[in-house]
């Protein structure tokens, strides 16, 4: 079954205090993994696609990786402004599977 | 990255009428659009699949004459809920993937419509 796990489902940082954010997929084949940001009252502000294993792309303090199972969401420094929900998806053929999404605070 | 416009951001109507949510993409054309529901904290839920001049497909358990969708271009879709009841009441977001150009593949969302029925 094609699926998208997202872990932690929420994370409080301390600002400056750098962390990660895991995707795990299982999804038959991949043609894509999706990165959103997404504040409360919104609609998903669209970050990073990757497409194949070893994969990087990075954005301000936002770094999306990729292996063959995960994706990870680093994020360095973090400022309060980065507090929002995180969604990752997979992509099959024309079908998106989204995660559940994972929280985070940045406390000042 | 592309723009997608949705239209209203917000509506409050009364229990039994209907509502028309506009999702448009601004700067691409958009042969695949996709709306979605989302619940307070929760993830988001694929209605449907919207292709430009064909019939939606919907999930399944999502009644089809409750929700009508219809593409008629390559940059407009609309979302209409009929009969609407307070159980309707939810945020909804369309998407739109661009067909062709630099963000052939990509899915772009619209900023949603939080619908209230009272």
């Known amino acids: 079954e094609d699926q998208v796990t997202q872990s932690p489902e929420a994370l409080r940082l301390q600002e400056g205090e750098s962390s990660s954010l895991n995707c795990s997929y299982t999804?038959?084949?991949?043609?894509?993994l999706f990165w959103y940001r997404q504040d409360p009252g919104k609609g998903p502000e669209f970050l990073f696609t990757?497409?194949?294993a070893g994969e990087e792309k990075e954005k301000e303090r936002l770094k999306a990786t990729l292996t063959k199972k995960e994706s990870f969401l680093h994020i360095t420094a973090p400022k309060p402004e980065d507090s929002a929900t995180y969604l990752c998806?997979?992509?099959?053929?024309?079908?998106?599977?989204f995660g559940t999404g994972t929280s985070l605070t940045v406390i000042p | 990255g592309a723009v997608v416009s949705q239209h209203p951001s917000r509506v409050i109507c009364k229990s039994g009428t209907s509502v028309k949510i506009e999702c448009r993409s601004l700067?691409?054309?958009?042969?695949?659009m996709f709306w979605y529901r989302q619940f307070p904290k929760q993830s988001l839920m694929l209605m449907a699949t919207?292709?430009?001049?064909?019939?939606?497909?919907?999930e399944q358990g999502v009644e089809k004459d409750k929700f009508l969708i219809n593409h008629a271009s390559l940059t407009l879709s609309t979302l209409t809920v009929t009969s609407a009841h307070p159980e309707d009441s939810s945020f909804y977001i369309c998407?739109?993937?661009?067909?062709?150009?630099?963000?052939?593949?990509?899915?772009?969302f619209g900023e949603g419509s939080r619908l209230t029925v009272l």
């Open positions: 700067d691409f054309q958009a042969t695949t």
């Open positions: 999804v038959s084949g991949l043609r894509g």
């Open positions: 998407s739109a993937m661009p067909g062709t150009g630099a963000w052939t593949g990509e899915l772009f």
């Open positions: 990757l497409y194949s």
């Open positions: 998806a997979g992509r099959h053929r024309n079908q998106f599977y």
């Open positions: 919207s292709n430009e001049g064909s019939k939606a497909t919907y």
